[in-house]
C-alpha cells in the first residue's frame, strides 16, 4: 500500500497536520520504520485479540513510543486470520496512530481528515457528540478516508 505515491502522499500529508511540538513525528512519520520500530524489543510489538496480553475488544495502539511500550493489537479477522489481507490496512491505521511520540488519537486524526477535505466529521450520519460513541465515529470518518487513498 505505501509504495502507492497517493497512499504515501495522503498518509504524510495528513501527518503533517497532526504533528505538533508536543506531540512529534517517530521517524519522521516514515510508517514502515515506525512498524518496525514497534515490533523491535524496544516496543510492545504486535498481539492478536484474545492472545496473552491482548485487551478485550478488537483493533488498537496501545501504549506509546514515548514510554516504550508501543503495542498494536488486532481482532480476530474471518474467516481467514493472521495472514489475511484484512489485517494490512488495520495494521496500518494503528501504526499511523503510533506516528506520534505519544500517540495521535482518532479525534486529531479525523480533525486533520476534515482539515484536508473540507467535510464534517461525521460517520453514517451520526457527528461526535461528546459521548462515549465519539471514538468510533472519529475512527470510522478518518479510516474511510485513509481506505479511498490506501488500497
Ligand atoms: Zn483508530
Redesign the pocket.
Same mark, same amino acid.
Given at each position: 500500500m505505501l509504495k502507492d505515491e497517493e497512499c504515501a502522499g495522503f498518509i504524510k500529508d495528513l501527518l503533517g497536520r497532526v504533528a505538533t511540538d508536543q506531540n512529534p513525528l517517530v521517524e519522521g512519520g516514515d510508517i514502515l520504520k515506525i512498524y518496525d520500530l514497534i515490533n523491535s524489543s524496544k516496543q510492545g510489538g504486535m498481539v492478536r485479540a484474545g492472545a496473552p496480553g491482548s485487551v478485550a475488544g478488537a483493533n488498537y495502539?496501545l501504549g506509546t513510543i514515548a514510554t516504550h511500550n508501543a503495542r498494536i493489537q488486532i481482532g480476530v479477522t474471518i474467516p481467514s486470520p493472521a495472514t489475511a489481507a484484512g489485517d494490512a490496512p488495520i495494521g496500518l *491505521?494503528?501504526t499511523i *496512530?503510533h506516528a506520534g511520540q505519544h500517540v495521535y488519537f482518532?479525534s486529531d486524526?479525523a480533525k486533520g481528515v476534515s482539515g484536508k477535505t473540507h467535510t464534517p466529521i461525521e460517520w453514517q450520519g451520526r457527528r461526535p457528540t461528546g459521548g462515549p460513541d465519539d471514538r468510533f465515529i472519529y475512527?470510522q470518518y478518518w479510516?474511510a478516508e485513509l481506505k479511498k487513498h490506501c488500497k
Open positions: 495502539a *491505521h494503528e *496512530h482518532d486524526l475512527s479510516n
